[in-house]
């Protein structure tokens, strides 16, 4: 039955760097999801011509979420729903889907690496047509309408059966329950040399991928395991959980504890990689050694000529900001068009629409190509083990292979977390005014080059944009500064670390960077603002 249901405004919908991501409770406010939906639907014209693809990654809420979503769309007259088997679809997986299929949205529920469960955090990450998250224009406008909506359509019935395949029709909406996973395999299949791949399992190549019971675990074990022939076992934690059997699906050295226990022991698998919950994010890791992911990407790049999809060359490659400059190196050196874009995988976006780039990365392990308009855990991991089977060389020797060509930048990300929203405000806001004297300035053996917000200015759609700090050093050092955008409470101040070396590659990267911290939170005054004297994560 159709209903118009009254609806209040809430003043809080505004979507970040990951669509709207808040904690699992505020979500559940009676209404609170039903108003963003509906006001993401008031922005979209002809919605009885329009297909999106909907699924999630398996946490707290996305079952109820995706089934309040059903409702909505058959009572907006949406035409189309493709829906992941038990509503399930990785973030990757969700845009191969959108684009081969051409249709004009997708909706994930996730909160991507966030932890879940009701205590933890739910989200909606919201693409359009182009494949990838929608413009700032678009959000801004869906925002505007949150804050004054009135009413949502809502068609009250049961609940669907998401768990078989199936093609349906209620009332205008058609409904097309797909399988999650064998789309995507086949994406890979068409990039990647699986043969290759094959033949370095069946050498007894080993490998343990975690999934951190998120939504890559039907994913990874198909491909990896029933596909590729990796032991069984190989994937650990495979089985999405609502609460993610209490893990944090964040792949990095402080949150993969498992992961890295197993890595860290002499009998390691040969290969350990991890993805965050949506599948987006990647971590890459040897027996006992560990790939910065601003090292991957450049690495990645290096290699680009040995995977069929890119062996007759790609376009360009980017990086975002605040990721070292590994990659431009190699750029240069391959002679590719680089660019570097603010934070966001949307900035990428425009640029492969562009045939500008091919490749692209972020620092916060997230990897990816022109293949899908997404970042893509499962593909950065079929890359590594397609370096690895045509080299025959371990991780560890790659990356050290790497640093002896082009040098070693030490790198690492410094968090503080949990600060009060006026106080990281006031301390970026004073920092900018504060960058024009610093040029020339000397602080130990560092003397500033250069001290600047970062501006883009996109060559497609002529936006500028400004995020984030820089002070940069004589030697190639960089500090940059930045406030999260994709947290649910509060606010975070990420500082960025790089220090490069051309001849020094075997330092642990903490020593080699403790000078610059000690710097970079004098300059930014970090512990008289903010009373923490030291981050709460680094990675
Ligand atoms: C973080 C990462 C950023 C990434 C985003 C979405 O955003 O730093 O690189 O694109 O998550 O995965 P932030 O919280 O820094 O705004
Ligand atoms: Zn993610």
């Known amino acids: 039955m159709l209903q118009t249901i009254q609806t209040t405004p809430f003043s809080d919908q505004k979507m970040g760097t990951g669509g709207l991501r808040k904690k699992t409770k505020v979500m559940m406010q009676p209404h609170y999801f039903e108003n963003f939906i509906q006001s993401i639907f008031n922005t979209i014209e002809n919605l009885n011509k329009k297909t999106f693809v909907v699924g999630g990654d398996g946490r707290f809420y996305n079952e109820i979420a995706i089934q309040k979503f059903i409702k909505m769309a058959i009572a907006n007259n949406v035409s189309k729903l493709i829906i992941g088997q038990n509503g399930l679809l990785s973030t990757p997986a969700s845009s191969n889907i959108l684009l081969k299929y051409k249709t004009d949205g997708g909706f994930v529920f996730s909160a991507s690496h966030n932890p879940g469960g009701i205590n933890g955090d739910f989200g909606v990450k919201y693409a359009n047509e182009t494949g990838g998250q929608i413009p700032t224009s678009i959000s801004d406008k869906i925002y505007a309408i949150s804050k004054t909506i009135t009413e949502f359509k809502f068609y009250e019935m049961e609940d669907i059966d998401l768990s078989q395949l199936r093609k349906f029709k209620i009332e205008n909406t058609e409904i097309e329950i797909i399988d999650s996973v064998k789309d995507y395999v086949e994406m890979m299949q068409n990039i990647f040399d699986f043969e290759a791949l094959k033949n370095l399992f069946a050498r007894g190549f080993t490998m343990k991928f975690d999934a951190f019971n998120a939504v890559t675990g039907p994913y990874a074990q198909k491909i990896f395991e029933d596909i590729l022939g990796a032991a069984k076992g190989s994937v650990i934690n495979y089985n999405p959980l609502p609460d993610f059997g209490g893990k944090h699906p964040d792949p990095n050295l402080t949150y993969a504890t498992e992961l890295l226990e197993i890595m860290n022991t002499p009998n390691s698998p040969d290969f350990g990689a991890a993805?965050?919950?949506?599948?987006?994010?990647?971590?890459?890791?040897?027996?006992?050694?560990?790939?910065?992911?601003?090292?991957?990407?450049?690495?990645?790049?290096?290699?680009?000529?040995?995977?069929?999809?890119?062996?007759?060359?790609?376009?360009?490659?980017?990086?975002?900001?605040?990721?070292?400059?590994?990659?431009?190196?190699?750029?240069?050196?391959?002679?590719?068009?680089?660019?570097?874009?603010?934070?966001?995988?949307?900035?990428?976006?425009?640029?492969?629409?562009?045939?500008?780039?091919?490749?692209?990365?972020?620092?916060?392990?997230?990897?990816?190509?022109?293949?899908?308009?997404?970042?893509?855990?499962?593909?950065?991991?079929?890359?590594?083990?397609?370096?690895?089977?045509?080299?025959?060389?371990?991780?560890?020797?790659?990356?050290?292979?790497?640093?002896?060509?082009?040098?070693?930048?030490?790198?690492?990300?410094?968090?503080?977390?949990?600060?009060?929203?006026?106080?990281?405000?006031?301390?970026?806001?004073?920092?900018?005014?504060?960058?024009?004297?610093?040029?020339?300035?000397?602080?130990?053996?560092?003397?500033?080059?250069?001290?600047?917000?970062?501006?883009?200015?996109?060559?497609?759609?002529?936006?500028?944009?400004?995020?984030?700090?820089?002070?940069?050093?004589?030697?190639?050092?960089?500090?940059?500064?930045?406030?999260?955008?994709?947290?649910?409470?509060?606010?975070?101040?990420?500082?960025?670390?790089?220090?490069?070396?051309?001849?020094?590659?075997?330092?642990?990267?903490?020593?080699?960077?403790?000078?610059?911290?000690?710097?970079?939170?004098?300059?930014?005054?970090?512990?008289?603002?903010?009373?923490?004297?030291?981050?709460?994560?680094?990675?």
């Open 275 to 539: 993805n965050d919950g949506d599948g987006d994010r990647n971590m890459i890791l040897g027996r006992n050694f560990f790939v910065s992911p601003s090292d991957s990407l450049a690495i990645l790049t290096d290699y680009h000529k040995i995977i069929p999809a890119y062996k007759n060359g790609i376009y360009g490659v980017a990086k975002s900001c605040p990721t070292s400059t590994a990659v431009e190196r190699v750029a240069k050196a391959l002679n590719l068009p680089y660019y570097e874009v603010p934070t966001g995988w949307k900035y990428f976006v425009n640029l492969m629409d562009s045939n500008r780039i091919t490749l692209c990365g972020e620092e916060s392990f997230g990897t990816g190509s022109s293949h899908i308009r997404e970042k893509d855990g499962i593909w950065a991991v079929l890359f590594w083990l397609s370096i690895i089977a045509k080299t025959g060389m371990s991780v560890e020797e790659i990356t050290r292979d790497h640093w002896k060509k082009y040098g070693r930048s030490y790198y690492l990300r410094f968090d503080f977390e949990g600060l009060e929203t006026e106080v990281a405000d006031k301390l970026m806001q004073d920092l900018e005014a504060k960058l024009p004297k610093l040029a020339g300035l000397k602080f130990d053996d560092f003397k500033v080059e250069t001290a600047h917000p970062f501006v883009y200015n996109d060559p497609v759609d002529k936006s500028s944009t400004k995020n984030g700090l820089i002070v940069k050093f004589e030697d190639g050092s960089r500090i940059v500064y930045r406030l999260s955008g994709t947290g649910s409470s509060g606010a975070t101040l990420r500082v960025y670390l790089e220090k490069y070396s051309k001849n020094r590659l075997n330092e642990a990267p903490r020593q080699m960077l403790d000078n610059l911290l000690a710097i970079a939170m004098e300059i930014a005054e970090i512990t008289q603002r903010t009373g923490k004297k030291e981050a709460d994560i680094v990675t």
